[in-house]
């Protein structure tokens, strides 16, 4: 693709439209607070509506089209945004302040979720195509020829990330995989990165010019009115939303989504305590080594990841081992600059918070400064403090974590009881531990988080067939569902079954034939081959 000057405008239909009398905002650098040379557009109800009827149009077209051009377009999509070089690096420099390194491994991510959904495409069994034929001999009654599959829901509605611009962003899973899925999509940028979300979307654009596909299929509408939003989720044609962010945004738009006439879906991931437990015999084996890893963990990318660890629990006296060391390893950690002032603020209440707690110990006492500039912390509480304060139990998002000193093992399964619903949970256990009280604490991490870790440590999401991002309430919406691999395409599809429904009428998918060659369930067995025609 060419070069992409910046415009600071909105995609809807393959045009860049700018709506100068709904207002213009402007992204600024967290570390330094310079802002950007260019203004963006602010989306209002015109653009929600211009970008929803031509995404629904398009969903229309590509309806009829063979299977596989998802396939084509995801390939497209993931050459273009490698085409777009160091300027779409030197760009999330400029907007993030995250380093060049981090953001270059961002790239790679994208790039490959999008290949991933491509080949997950190709092979075909997603739409989990099941048949069960015909009995007319069947008494007392003939049995009717049943053949279900998974369809596209229609277009959808994502919200892209601030805490990864480029994995999570306008072009990130959630819309790899409704692509995939066979759903347009309209992406709503986040306001912190406006010219990374115009440069993605440039992207996507070319792709669908050079794929000769309907350029409704993707929108990108800019802004930082939470307004925008709203309408997205509330308008007719949406059919489902994704969403990456806090707790407060996503049960927003959820309450939104349930309130419409027809309600619709939000996939929301939100708040995480992601409980770390630490037993006796991991910290008398490794309690050094372990404090260095912890502090990684608990301060890559500042804090501001969705998995880190927030709350550790630690049992018995060796913690005191554990405790110091992590201590110096966070102090250790200089300050640096947060996403957006606006999640630095928050983070600082979170903390102070933390600190009027009576019985809450500061051991390392970050404190902000200019512009969106933060210096990690860590506090130390009792197991009694913790379950009794639930202002202890909310996620600080942020360069931050609390240990919990647990006396027994009944207090550790009490604390754990009291946390809720995570992405993940984390045991550490050592050679002496017993494996009965290793089984119990995961037997209480299984019901509270969606992904469950066993002598490591939680950030750092390995995107594939078998992961899950996901859990139970308030880290997402729906406990049922992964924003991150290729499951997540299950978020924007939805179940139909066709009954003594003529050969050529039917899907591909459940033709007699099989022309797609994909792996379907027959009379309950796993089978590529042909079904015999009745």
Same mark, same amino acid.
């Given at each position: 693709?060419?070069?992409?000057?910046?415009?600071?405008?909105?995609?809807?239909?393959?045009?860049?439209?700018?709506? =100068?009398?709904?207002?213009?905002?402007?992204? #600024?650098?967290?570390?330094?607070?310079?802002?950007?040379?260019?203004?963006?557009?602010?989306?209002?109800?015109?653009?929600?509506?211009?970008?929803?009827?031509? =995404?629904?149009?398009?969903?229309?077209?590509?309806? !009829?089209?063979?299977?596989?051009?998802?396939?084509?377009?995801?390939?497209?999509?993931?050459?273009?945004?490698?085409?777009?070089?160091?300027?779409?690096?030197?760009?999330?420099?400029?907007?993030?302040?995250?380093?060049?390194?981090?953001?270059?491994?961002?790239?790679?991510?994208?790039?490959?979720?999008?290949?991933?959904?491509?080949?997950?495409?190709?092979?075909?069994?997603?739409? !989990?195509?099941?048949?069960?034929?015909?009995?007319?001999?069947?008494?007392?009654?003939?049995?009717?020829?049943?053949?279900?599959?998974?369809?596209?829901?229609?277009?959808?509605?994502?919200?892209?990330?601030?805490?990864?611009?480029?994995?999570?962003? +306008?072009?990130?899973?959630?819309? *790899?995989?409704?692509?995939?899925?066979?759903?347009?999509?309209?992406? @709503?940028?986040?306001?912190?990165?406006?010219?990374?979300?115009?440069?993605?979307?440039?992207?996507?654009?070319?792709?669908?010019?050079?794929?000769?596909?309907?350029?409704?299929?993707?929108?990108?509408?800019?802004?930082?009115?939470?307004?925008?939003? =709203?309408?997205?989720?509330?308008?007719?044609?949406?059919?489902?939303?994704?969403?990456?962010?806090?707790?407060?945004?996503?049960?927003?738009?959820?309450?939104?989504?349930?309130?419409?006439?027809?309600?619709?879906?939000?996939?929301?991931?939100?708040?995480?305590?992601?409980?770390?437990? %630490?037993?006796?015999? =991991?910290? +008398?084996?490794?309690?050094?080594?372990?404090?260095? #890893?912890?502090?990684?963990?608990?301060?890559?990318?500042?804090?501001?990841?969705?998995?880190? /660890?927030?709350?550790?629990?630690?049992?018995?006296?060796? #913690?005191?081992?554990? %405790?110091?060391?992590?201590?110096?390893?966070?102090?250790?950690?200089?300050?640096?600059?947060?996403?957006? @002032?606006?999640?630095?603020?928050?983070?600082? &209440?979170?903390?102070?918070?933390?600190?009027?707690?009576?019985?809450?110990?500061?051991?390392?006492?970050?404190?902000?400064?200019?512009?969106?500039?933060? *210096?990690?912390?860590?506090?130390?509480?009792? *197991?009694?403090?913790?379950?009794?304060?639930?202002?202890?139990?909310?996620?600080?998002?942020? /360069?931050?974590?609390? +240990?919990?000193?647990?006396? &027994?093992?009944?207090?550790?399964?009490?604390?754990?009881?009291?946390?809720?619903?995570?992405?993940?949970?984390?045991?550490?256990?050592?050679?002496?531990?017993?494996?009965?009280?290793?089984?119990?604490?995961?037997?209480?991490?299984?019901?509270?988080?969606?992904?469950?870790?066993?002598?490591?440590?939680?950030?750092?999401?390995?995107?594939?067939?078998? %992961?899950?991002?996901?859990?139970?309430?308030?880290?997402?919406?729906?406990?049922?569902?992964?924003?991150?691999?290729?499951?997540?395409?299950?978020?924007?599809?939805?179940?139909?079954?066709?009954?003594?429904?003529?050969?050529?009428?039917?899907?591909?998918?459940?033709?007699?034939?099989?022309?797609?060659?994909?792996?379907? $369930?027959?009379?309950?067995? $796993?089978?590529?081959?042909?079904?015999?025609?009745?």
């Amino acid at each position: 693709m060419t070069a992409h000057a910046m415009t600071g405008s909105h995609l809807i239909g393959g045009q860049w439209q700018s709506a =100068a009398a709904s207002g213009w905002f402007y992204a #600024a650098n967290p570390a330094n607070g310079k802002s950007s040379s260019e203004r963006f557009s602010e989306g209002a109800a015109g653009e929600v509506d211009g970008a929803m009827t031509t =995404a629904a149009a398009a969903f229309e077209v590509v309806r !009829d089209l063979p299977p596989n051009w998802s396939a084509d377009l995801l390939e497209a999509v993931a050459g273009a945004i490698m085409d777009l070089g160091d300027a779409l690096l030197e760009r999330g420099e400029q907007e993030t302040a995250l380093p060049r390194g981090r953001l270059t491994g961002e790239r790679i991510r994208t790039y490959n979720q999008l290949k991933l959904f491509a080949e997950v495409v190709r092979e075909g069994s997603w739409v !989990d195509a099941v048949i069960d034929t015909a009995d007319p001999d069947r008494k007392p009654a003939a049995k009717p020829d049943l053949r279900r599959m998974s369809i596209p829901r229609g277009p959808v509605a994502v919200f892209g990330a601030s805490n990864f611009p480029f994995a999570f962003g +306008v072009c990130g899973g959630d819309t *790899a995989s409704a692509l995939a899925a066979g759903c347009p999509v309209v992406a @709503k940028g986040h306001p912190s990165h406006p010219g990374v979300n115009e440069l993605f979307a440039a992207a996507v654009l070319s792709a669908l010019e050079g794929c000769k596909l309907p350029r409704g299929l993707f929108a990108l509408l800019q802004g930082e009115s939470h307004d925008l939003g =709203a309408l997205l989720v509330g308008h007719p044609s949406t059919s489902a939303v994704g969403f990456t962010g806090s707790l407060r945004g996503g049960r927003s738009l959820f309450d939104i989504a349930s309130q419409r006439p027809r309600p619709i879906p939000v996939y929301a991931e939100m708040g995480s305590l992601n409980p770390l437990v %630490i037993l006796p015999g =991991a910290m +008398v084996e490794r309690s050094e080594a372990m404090a260095q #890893a912890l502090a990684g963990s608990v301060l890559l990318g500042l804090g501001q990841f969705c998995t880190k /660890p927030g709350v550790i629990f630690t049992l018995g006296d060796n #913690a005191q081992k554990l %405790i110091p060391a992590l201590a110096r390893a966070i102090t250790a950690t200089a300050a640096g600059p947060m996403l957006n @002032k606006i999640l630095r603020d928050r983070f600082c &209440d979170r903390a102070g918070e933390f600190a009027r707690v009576k019985g809450v110990k500061t051991l390392v006492n970050g404190a902000a400064s200019a512009h969106a500039m933060m *210096a990690p912390s860590l506090w130390e509480t009792t *197991a009694d403090i913790w379950i009794n304060q639930r202002a202890l139990h909310e996620e600080a998002f942020g /360069p931050g974590a609390l +240990v919990v000193c647990c006396r &027994d093992e009944g207090e550790v399964i009490q604390c754990l009881g009291k946390v809720q619903g995570s992405l993940t949970g984390t045991v550490h256990a050592g050679a002496a531990d017993e494996e009965e009280l290793v089984a119990r604490v995961i037997r209480k991490l299984e019901s509270l988080a969606g992904r469950v870790i066993v002598n490591g440590y939680p950030t750092g999401v390995e995107v594939g067939d078998a %992961i899950v991002h996901g859990g139970p309430y308030p880290a997402t919406t729906d406990p049922g569902w992964t924003s991150v691999g290729s499951a997540s395409i299950r978020r924007w599809v939805r179940m139909v079954a066709y009954q003594d429904m003529p050969d050529a009428l039917l899907p591909a998918a459940l033709r007699n034939a099989n022309p797609l060659k994909i792996q379907r $369930r027959v009379n309950g067995a $796993r089978s590529d081959d042909p079904v015999s025609a009745t």
